[in-house]
């Protein structure tokens, strides 16, 4: 009874850890795939009260919340818009 319960112990670990690699390969791929829309550092904390005021439906998309910003470049804030014109939207 004690081997059957240590080998589902171990089974089940290793499956844990394929599902957490699985994960994390995704995230990370993910998160390159949606760099090129984050802009910098600085973009990001100009806009990030207007996405909070405008696109919060759309947190965490990142191509959503561009969308939505540029649907809303007429409420933007001017540092905002001076972002979103620095990245060519």
Same mark, same amino acid.
């Given at each position: 009874?004690?081997?059957?319960?240590?080998r589902?112990?171990?089974?089940?670990?290793? !499956?844990? /850890?394929?599902?957490?690699?699985?994960f994390?390969?995704?995230f990370?791929a =993910?998160?390159?795939?949606?760099? *090129?829309?984050q802009?910098?550092?600085?973009?990001?904390?100009a806009?990030?009260p207007? !996405?909070y /005021?405008?696109c919060?439906?759309e947190i965490?998309?990142?191509?959503a919340? =561009?969308?939505c910003?540029?649907? *809303?470049?007429?409420?933007?804030?001017?540092a905002?818009r001076a972002?979103?014109?620095q990245n060519?939207?």
């Open positions: 009874m004690k081997s059957k319960f240590q589902f112990s171990t089974s089940g670990r290793i !499956v844990g /850890r394929v599902s957490l690699l699985g994390l390969l995704g990370m =993910t998160g390159a795939a949606h760099a *090129q829309y802009g910098t550092a600085e973009q990001r904390r806009c990030t207007d !996405v /005021r405008l919060a439906g965490p998309n990142v191509r919340i =561009t969308a910003l540029q649907r *809303q470049k007429s409420s933007l804030s001017p905002c972002a979103m014109d060519g939207y």
